[in-house]
Antibody, heavy 123, light 106 residues
Framework: EMRLLESGGGLAQRGGSLRLSCEGS????????MNWVRQAPGKGLEWVSG????????YYADSVKGRFTISRDNSKNTVFLQMNSLRVDDTAVYYC????????????????WGQGTLVSVSS | DIQMTQSPSSLSASIRDRVTITCRAS??????LNWYQQKPGKAPNLLIY???SLQSGVPSRFSGSGSGTDFTLTITNLQPEDFATYYC?????????FGGGTKVDI
């Protein structure tokens, strides 16, 4: 059974840092680009960042560019999101998401999501 | 970035109703359009990809159509478990973007 399990969420101060982790299982992790999608309380979905299967290519939403860094350790089937210079509007549930297919330089539909981890940033 | 606009933002329906949700893209995205269902406190679940392809395990009462800029998600014979929020997503260009959501309630 394919699974994604996020961890690392919690409470942070404005300007602080957090590191999220997402461990995948049940599929060939290194073949798939992995992504982070967030959802602010009561709001819609916002794609945050993605990385290619190798980790050599990374992509970011403008709202987090320069503050967040995505990386992965394929030996541990884990993708990370390092979040620095946190803002109050970064408060959200952060989901790890796997694309349905293996693609290059694209972000297709997501067929597997983690349960989410809540990040709360206080002022 | 490509803007995705869903309508309506919410609707009320009854069991066995036919429900239609629309999604409009700010530019031509061919058929790179996906639909998700999300229930409170849960992660989204992929329903339809490539505008009209039904994801494995999704009931056939869900269907999608459209191309270019205008797309539709249709739910026929609405069931109790279908009351949820639905999102469209364009996967034509990075950054991928989502519509604002449509909440379907009783």
């Amino acid at each position: 059974e394919m699974r994604l399990l996020e961890s690392g969420g919690g409470l942070a101060q404005r300007g602080g840092s957090l590191r999220l982790s997402c461990e995948g299982s049940g599929f060939t992790f290194s073949s798939y680009a992995m992504n982070w999608v967030r959802q602010a309380p009561g709001k819609g979905l916002e794609w945050v960042s993605g990385t290619s299967g190798s980790g050599n290519n990374t992509y970011y939403a403008d709202s987090v560019k320069g503050r967040f860094t995505i990386s992965r350790d394929n030996s541990k089937n884990t993708v990370f999101l390092q979040m620095n210079s946190l803002r109050v509007d970064d408060t959200a549930v952060y989901y790890c998401a796997k694309p349905r297919i293996v693609v290059v330089a694209a972000i297709p539909e997501f067929d597997l999501w983690g349960q989410g981890t809540l990040v709360s940033v206080s002022s | 970035d490509i803007q995705m606009t869903q309508s309506p933002s919410s609707l009320s329906a009854s069991i066995r109703d036919r429900v239609t949700i629309t999604c409009r893209a700010s530019q031509n995205i061919r058929t790179y359009l996906n639909w998700y269902q999300q229930k409170p406190g849960k992660a989204p679940n992929l329903l339809i990809y490539a505008a009209s392809s039904l994801q494995s395990g999704v009931p056939s009462r869900f269907s999608g159509s459209g191309s270019g800029t205008d797309f539709t998600l249709t739910i026929t014979n609405l069931q109790p478990e279908d009351f949820a929020t639905y999102y469209c997503q364009q996967s034509y260009k990075i950054p991928t973007t989502f519509g604002g959501g449509t909440k379907v309630d009783i």
